[in-house]
């Protein structure tokens, strides 16, 4: 995708988001990026590019860097290193999962490349610290049971 997307801008993100209007006019309008991320972007091994994960984060970085989150609202367990974030059974649900989604108060990156860089990013809202995720997946469908019992008495305060 060099030259137009260099290493330093590619970035991954939810698919799951929120756009303003001036976002909306810049992805109809463009299309240099998303020819790059059509043509290279397939899931093959050896390349590390999913369209939907990757073309809008990138594009924002490249053309409005201040204009994005530093986070996402969603809560998502990469550990296992596939293709697919971890999936919750019905006995992966306590009160301990929960607490411990709603703990963080900061993002932890590492990056997929050989130098696997750790970066830590505080979420912050109107200017102050606030919890990160909103929302959380994967659940498999077993799970909701366990999760329905749980929320009436859970508050992450």
């Known amino acids: 995708m060099f ?22 006019i810049l992805i109809m309008s463009d299309n240099l990026y998303y ?16 369209a939907d994960e990757h ?5 924002f970085k490249i053309v409005d860097p201040g204009g994005i989150s530093n986070y996402s609202v969603t809560h998502v367990d990469w550990s296992e290193g ?6 919750y059974r019905a006995a992966d ?18 990056a997929s490349d ?5 970066t830590s990013t505080p979420c912050i809202l109107n200017g102050r610290k606030r919890p990160c995720f909103l929302f959380a997946r994967k659940f498999y469908p077993d799970a909701v ?10 508050t992450s305060a």
Not at 3 to 24: L, M, N, S, V, Y
Not at 35 to 40: D, M, S, W
Not at 42 to 48: I, L
Not at 145 to 154: E, G, I
Request: charged share 25%; glycine share 2%; aromatic share 14%.
């Open 3 to 24: 030259p137009e997307i260099e290493h330093r801008d590619f970035r991954k993100g939810a698919q799951w988001f929120a756009i303003t209007r001036r976002h909306a």
């Open 35 to 50: 020819r790059k991320f059509k043509l290279y972007c397939k899931p093959t091994v050896g390349r590390n590019c999913i």
């Open 55 to 59: 073309y809008l984060p990138t594009l």
């Open 82 to 87: 596939k293709w697919h974030p971890r999936s």
């Open 93 to 110: 649900i306590t009160y301990e999962l929960l607490r411990n989604i709603t703990y963080f108060n900061e993002i932890v990156h590492i």
């Open 114 to 118: 050989e130098t696997r860089t750790v």
């Open 145 to 154: 049971n366990n999760l329905l019992k749980l929320f009436p008495s859970y």
